[in-house]
């Protein structure tokens, strides 16, 4: 795709942001909406511009994110009063990156075809973390030929972006991510809670386990923040509970039992319920602590 690109984008949360800081560092314009303004003023002083709603951020924009909380919140920005599909600019790329379900995902690249525009479906994974370092996974679904045009501008702020297939492939593909963090999560926090009550020195186990076979993102990451007492979100709990609530419907679709799944579900819940939904979902150690 050309060097400078319109770009309207749609969701300015923990990592829109960032993703935003990568595209207008590239020589991007960026036309920018959230449902509260100030939480883009920093992104306006440095050189983004507002718009009033998604379908102004949309308007004369070849290529429109959105990254927004849940797929109610999805299905408004593209179908809503003030969506995007009601300025339907022909050959105009729309790329949703919340983790959505794979049948919005589908609908969404449906009407978007109807009216002479792309879709792309491209939940990333990463939390802000990968957001600030450009490091994200995407997982796309759509058009092999689009995602081929995108490719440059995905580099901006990915570092694992993976063609997974037609519309909805890359939402089912964030669901297994999803799952397998899940139950990772557990396994994190009962590792640090065992070696806690062993006697052990967390930071010293942590050098032996997360380099070994039990490595993953969450053991190198999430209990540095642990051991801070840092709960704040790269990932909100809120936000997780979704995604394993429509993991959950999909599997149930498939006739797939997913009971490691639903264990994490249970538990997060009442996490959620505790009073912790706003936390980030490392704050599941809470758990086998209160």
Same mark, same amino acid.
């Given at each position: 795709m050309e060097k400078s690109l319109s770009i309207g984008f749609i969701g300015t949360g923990v990592m829109g942001k960032s993703i935003v800081r990568h595209l207008l560092k590239a020589g991007h314009k960026l036309t920018v909406y959230s449902r509260t303004k100030e939480k883009a003023a920093d992104l306006l002083e440095e050189g983004a511009v507002w718009a009033d709603h998604p379908s102004d951020a949309a308007k004369n924009a070849e290529v429109v994110f959105t990254m927004v909380g849940y797929p109610s919140d999805v299905e408004e920005v593209y179908f809503g009063e003030h969506g995007i599909f009601t300025i339907a600019e022909k050959g105009q790329i729309v790329v949703d990156m919340t983790t959505s379900e794979p049948t919005l995902a589908i609908r969404i690249a449906e009407q978007a075809a109807a009216l002479d525009m792309h879709s792309i479906d491209a939940p990333v994974s990463g939390g802000d973390v990968g957001a600030k370092n450009g490091t994200l996974s995407i997982m796309c679904g759509g058009e092999k030929e689009v995602f081929d045009r995108l490719?440059?501008?995905? *580099?901006?702020?990915?570092? #694992?972006?993976?063609?997974?297939? @037609?519309?909805?492939?890359?939402?089912? /593909?964030?669901? *297994? #991510?999803?799952? !397998?963090? *899940? /139950? #990772?999560?557990?396994?994190?926090?009962?590792?640090?809670?065992? !070696? @806690? +009550?062993?006697?052990?020195?967390?930071? /010293?186990?942590? +050098? *032996?386990?997360?380099?070994?076979?039990?490595g993953s993102w969450s053991l190198s990451n999430y209990p540095k923040r642990i051991l801070q007492g840092d709960l704040e979100p790269g990932f909100y709990i809120k936000h997780f509970l979704k995604d394993m609530r429509i993991a959950l419907m999909e599997a149930e679709q498939m006739g797939l039992e997913l009971p490691g799944l639903k264990l994490a579900k249970e538990i997060y819940d009442q996490l959620a319920e505790d009073g912790y939904k706003e936390k980030g979902i490392h704050a599941l150690i809470r758990y086998y602590m209160d």
């Open positions: 490719l440059p501008v995905f *580099s901006l702020f990915g570092g #694992n972006i993976v063609y997974q297939g @037609k519309a909805g492939a890359g939402q089912h /593909t964030k669901m *297994s #991510n999803q799952i !397998a963090i *899940s /139950t #990772n999560m557990i396994g994190v926090c009962e590792a640090l809670v065992y !070696a @806690k +009550k062993a006697g052990l020195d967390l930071e /010293t186990v942590l +050098k *032996s386990i997360s380099s070994g076979a039990a």
